[in-house]
């Protein structure tokens, strides 16, 4: 049950229908019995500055962003913090108290968590890492990685000019690697980020030979539908250790539930199966 004083905050996309947000940050607001609510916001593209600026007149405490509105939102909040900057992305607004917009993203975080909670037994620097793909989500691993001191970060992505331009803007260990040489990048590497859509439900499978890679590397694939990925079901085959995509998502969400409700929320067990039904 919400109040007239209700704690509000929710997730702006184009469209935002798929959006397992509302889902995720709902179990929390329940289950910790928070007056609040997290709501789904359809904003086409060209509405995005007026509805962004009209939060603080709603009440908001903050909203995440998707698809197509994280990189249009930098131009358009008040303050974007740092590792949001580099990237070039934002997920997570927050409205100060002045009506101030922030903006912040916790991709690199939710990613970093997923991987260290999946795998505890991979830590930096426990080697090179190969990355695959070069857009949003691959910005935001590449960024992670870096910082937590991975020594080196092989990037390959079908369109190398688009890798080189991640390299160039994030800096760091990133060699660009040859699309066509992303199988021999392997060899050695301690851990395997996909961050393509590539394996997704309705999209082709990733067409990677692993022949190259020992099997004590980590094998970490962002997508989470499905949650076993082709690439993963292959890697666990030959005994590679491997990490699920729906770690990341549940694990990014915290910062900003923390900062909008008050309370830092738990991922566990419960909370996956209650966003996978």
Partial sequence: M?????KLAGVMGWPVSHSRSPRLHGFWLQSLGIDGAYVPLAVAPDDLATALHALPRLGFRGCNLTVPHKEAALGLVHEVEPLARRIGAINTIMVEDDGRLIGRNTDA???LENLR???PGWAPPA????????GGA???VVAALSDAGVPEIHLANRGRDRAEKLAADLGGPVTVVDWNRRGLALDGAALLVNTTTLGMTGQ????????????TAVVNDIVYAPLETELLARAKARGNPVVDGLGMLLWQAVPGFEAWFGTRPQVNDALRDFVLA
């Fill in 2 to 6: 919400i109040s007239g004083k209700a």
């Fill in 109 to 111: 975080f939710g990613f």
């Fill in 117 to 119: 909670r999946g795998a």
């Fill in 127 to 134: 080697g090179p890492a190969v990355v695959i793909g070069a």
């Fill in 138 to 140: 691959a910005r935001a």
């Fill in 204 to 215: 082709p499978a990733l067409d990677l030979d692993l022949s190259a890679m020992p099997v």
